[in-house]
């Protein structure tokens, strides 16, 4: 489910639905149901979609290899970052997530110890280091940033960490998969 201020919205993944699952009336679940088809050009092209965040105008979306920006209209309007080892580069995308009150968004890439933040018009903004390699990413309506590593913290058995906006971690917790 993403909220929006226009109500709840569904993302339904259909690469998860089996015969087990029972027929739901969509009108059961809100008052419309908008199909967006993303413009497909050379340069907006995804292999295999991982990750989509909704603003109000604007559809981000990500493969492992790459984020990229639409309207909501599903026009390609730019890549964010790209694919490297420099500063403000990413090698692949674990996970990503919007703060949609600032503008900002936070990647979590692979590989690096490292959270790299953009503003929506795809500009890097900063980074900040992180004691593990992040693969899930959430951020909160209140300035807070949550990550879970795959790999719990040698020294607390930590693989869920809360942080400020700056990266200093405020709390540490530990829960088991499943």
């Not at 890439?109 to 490292?114: D, G, M, N, V, Y």
């Not at 930590?158 to 709390?171: P, V």
Request: charged share 20%.
């Amino acid at each position: 489910t993403i909220l929006t201020s226009h109500g709840p919205q569904f993302l339904i993944d259909l690469r998860y639905v089996n015969s087990n699952i029972k027929s739901v009336l969509l009108s059961t679940t809100g008052k419309s149901v908008q199909y967006i088809p993303l413009e497909t050009k050379s340069a907006s092209l995804l292999k295999t979609i991982q990750h989509i965040e909704l603003s109000d105008s604007i559809i981000f979306v990500s493969d492992n290899d790459k984020l990229l920006k639409f309207d909501t209209a599903g026009r390609f309007i730019k890549q964010i970052g790209i694919k490297g080892r420099g500063p403000g580069e990413y090698p692949s995308i674990y996970d990503f997530s919007i703060d949609k009150t600032n503008q900002l968004i936070y990647i979590a890439a692979s590989r690096i110890k490292e959270i790299l933040i953009f503003d929506f018009d795809g500009n890097f903004i900063k980074s900040f280091k992180v004691p593990y390699i992040p693969i899930q990413i959430l951020v909160s309506e209140m300035n807070y940033i949550l990550f879970r590593n795959s790999f719990p913290d040698p020294n607390a058995n930590y693989n869920w960490y809360i942080t400020d906006n700056e990266g200093n971690i405020l709390s540490k917790y530990w829960s088991f998969p499943g």
